[in-house]
Structures are given as C-alpha cells and as structure tokens.
C-alpha cells in the first residue's frame, strides 16, 4: 500500500512529504489515519533533539486515530474497525509484560519513536493493542458529537492522566492537588 508522511529529517529541520509502501505482516495493522494529535512529545523530538528509538528520517505522533484498512492474518479481525491506537504497545510476551508491568516493557512499540508514526496518511502498527472505538453515529453512544479525529488524543493525553488517577486509588471525596501543564498536567 502507498502511504505518505510528514518525515523529519533533522532536528529543527522542515518536514517533508515523503511516500512509501507499507504492507501488514502477521499481527500488525494498516491504519487510516482520521486524527493525529501534536503532543510535547513530538515536540522535544522535532525541537529539542530528544532522541527517537528509530533515529531520523522518521514520521513522527503518537496520537492516533483512524480505520484498518488492512491487516496480517493474526489482525484480520480489525479490518474495517474504528480504533485508537495506544501510545505504547508492549510485547505482552518479556518478564515486565507477564508481572503487569507493561509500561517498562523493554520491547515496547511506540509509534513516532520506534516505528513511523500518526503525521502520516497512514501508519502501520501492532493490532495487539488497538482499542475499538463504537459506533459514533449512534446518537446514544456520542452525546457529545465527537468525530474519529478527535479521540486521536485519546491514547495519551487523556490515558496517561487517567491510569495515574486510577493506580493512585484515589476515590469519591478525596483531595487531590495536580501539577502540570496540558491535558497530562
């Protein structure tokens, strides 16, 4: 499949359109981007020369959401699904993944760092990972006239707040003081 990109080749440099083909193997995806968001992230990488795992050239956001449109034959079950993409997805397989540890997975995917991310027609990923999205034009699931594109940030500008709010245990009546900056703030 053709897809394009928004590719940085360098920190602070212009990023430029670039195609290239990307096939689903075995367990990943093919994602029809609908939205990316622009995180920190992304900008420490682009400005600051953060390094990325993958190193540059490299399509970057980590923020997505979309439809398969294509899939290995372990993923075929996603084809034609609304779906976030997680930020990070762990192997499930190493020692940290088995003892629920899978945000210290050494073997983690996360997209925009390890492999091509969300700037991008398309990107493909682990299918391992993808949270379905319902139906939004079900008047009764989406209240709030939500689009695809604007759950992209879903996958860590609302996830990373709200699993630190559930491992604090934190419960109805507590006091909680937050410190920060954005939506993870």
């Known amino acids: 499949m053709r897809v394009s990109g928004w590719t940085v080749t ?7 359109l670039v195609e290239r083909n990307e096939h689903a193997t075995e367990g ?38 979309g439809t398969v449109v294509d899939a290995g034959a372990e993923a075929s079950a996603w084809l034609d699904r609304k779906v976030v993409v997680p930020a990070v997805t762990p192997c499930g397989r190493c020692d940290a993944c088995r003892a629920g540890r899978g945000a210290i997975c050494p073997e983690q995917i996360f997209p925009g760092s390890d492999i091509h991310g969300g700037f991008a027609t398309h990107v493909r990923v682990p299918a391992r990972g993808l949270c379905p999205v319902p139906d939004l034009d079900d008047a009764a699931v989406n209240r709030a006239g939500l689009t695809l594109a604007d759950l992209a940030v879903i996958a860590d500008a609302v996830s990373t707040p709200y699993q630190a709010i559930r491992r604090s245990s934190l419960g109805p009546g507590d006091l909680a ?5 954005g939506g993870v703030g």
């Open 10 to 16: 360098g920190v602070s440099e212009p990023m430029i």
């Open 28 to 65: 990943d995806a093919i994602v029809e981007v609908a939205g990316c968001g622009v995180c920190h992230t992304d900008l420490g990488f682009y400005y600051d020369g953060v390094p990325t795992r993958h190193g540059f050239p490299l399509v970057l956001g980590h923020e997505i959401s």
């Open 177 to 181: 003081v937050f410190v920060g900056v």
